[in-house]
Structure formats: C-alpha cells, structure tokens
C-alpha cells in the first residue's frame, strides 16, 4: 500500500459545526503533515507528527486541533471555523531518512458557510 | 530559512512545444532536497522528481528533463513535446536535510500554472 488517503473528499460545514478531517497511511512514515492550501496558492504547512508527537505548529489558530492516535492515523478536527478557512487540506506522510520522499493524499476540499 | 522562487506565473504553450519551468531556491545548509510536484486539475499533488544537494547530474524522464545547477541555486523543469495532458500547476519544493524528522517539511514555491493548447 503506497498511498496516503484521506477522508472525506468533500466537507461543506457551518460556522457553528464541529467535523474531522482524517488521514491515513500504511506505509510505516513516521512522520505525517497537515498542509492548507487556498486557491492560486502553493500548500502551506499547518502542522507536522513525528513519531506521534507534534513537533511542528505552524501558528495555527486553535479552531484546528491535530490529534495523531496511532503511527497511521492523522485527523485534524474542526470547530467554529471562518468562511476563510475554506480551502484544500492535504495531508502528507514521510519515512525516517533524510530526503525519503512525501506522499500526497488528494486532499479535502472544505467549504465554510 | 529556507525560500523557493517561482517566477513564472503561468504560462501557456501549443502542444508539441518545449517549456521550461524555472525554480530558484534558497538556503543556507550544504544538505538538502529538491522536488517537482504535479497539481492537476482534480487538486492532487503527484510526484515527479527528487533530488539531493550533492547530485548535480542532470536526469531525463520519458519527455521531462531536470537541470539541476548549485552555482545558481537553479532547478529547472523541462517538458519536451508538451500534450494537454501535461497542464497542471507545478510546484517546486525544498526539504532540509534535519536529523529531527519532525522539523523536515517541505517548502513550496508559488507555483506554475501551464497550459498547453491543442
């Protein structure tokens, strides 16, 4: 199994709502990656899992909480988002070695009304 | 920090042109990883082509080339006989060599758009 695949496609949610996104590999990459990207812009990265523990936090506004509960498994949960948080979330693993490369899911298209 | 610049905006070519994807980065480490990524329509990002800071050959893919120069911080893209296919955004990124898995993300430059008319 070489992909990363991530869960739902399609998410349209209301301010008020509270949704997951999830994320998962079976590849045995020990380190997996929240990335956002908008319209016209490249992937920003929001958050990055080393070994199940969050190692980096890209200033992320806490409406976006990261959980990792196993080696395979990423979510990003979301809570009273902004419509300006519409945009495509990608999700990404990598093995241990430096250069290993990053596999991309297909990412989930959120929409916030 | 580490910076990867994208010049060209988009660009837009008819099919069985040749076109260059230009990328400049920056970074201060001696060891690092250079990547082309794919974004086509559908938004899924497919990898094209990995390379280390210490291997300045330059490589051929079918009809994708890769020119990779540590004199002037280049790496550029080359798609020979372009198809219709082949319009996407492209993306150029830059990975540090960190012995921290945790830290070693990758930078993306702001992309490419091409488009290749029939």
């Known amino acids: 199994d070489t992909e990363v695949t991530q869960t739902p496609k399609h998410l349209v949610m209301g301010m008020t709502n509270k949704k997951s996104l999830k994320c998962e590999q079976h590849?045995?990459?020990?380190?997996m990656y929240w990335y956002k990207q908008k319209a016209k812009k490249p992937p920003e990265l929001m958050f990055v899992?080393?070994?199940?523990?969050?190692?980096i936090n890209e200033s992320v506004p806490s409406r976006f909480s990261p959980e990792c509960p196993n080696s395979s498994l990423l979510n990003l949960h979301l809570h009273a988002l902004q419509p300006e948080d519409s945009a495509l979330y990608l999700c990404?693993?990598?093995?241990?070695?430096?250069?290993?490369?990053?596999?991309f899911g297909s990412g989930t298209r959120l929409t916030v009304v | 920090a580490q910076k990867v610049t994208q010049a060209q905006t988009e660009i837009s070519v008819v099919e069985k042109e040749d076109v260059t994807l230009d990328c400049v980065y920056e970074?201060?480490?001696?060891?690092?990883?250079l990547f082309w990524y794919k974004q086509p329509p559908s938004g899924e990002l497919v990898f094209l082509i990995r390379?280390?800071?210490?291997?300045?050959q330059n490589e051929i893919s079918g009809r994708y080339s890769w020119n990779f120069q540590k004199s002037t911080s280049s790496f550029n893209f080359t798609i020979t006989a372009s198809q219709v296919v082949d319009s996407a955004v492209y993306f150029c990124?830059?990975?540090?060599?960190?012995?921290?898995?945790?830290?070693?993300?990758?930078?993306f430059g702001s992309g490419t758009r091409l488009q290749v008319q029939p």
């Open positions: 990404a693993s990598s093995q241990e070695a430096a250069g290993d490369g990053y596999t």
């Open positions: 590849m045995g990459h020990r380190a």
């Open positions: 899992y080393s070994y199940e523990k969050l190692s």
């Open positions: 970074t201060r480490d001696t060891t690092y990883y």
């Open positions: 390379r280390n800071s210490f291997d300045e």
């Open positions: 990124a830059l990975s540090l060599s960190l012995m921290d898995t945790g830290r070693r993300a990758l930078t």
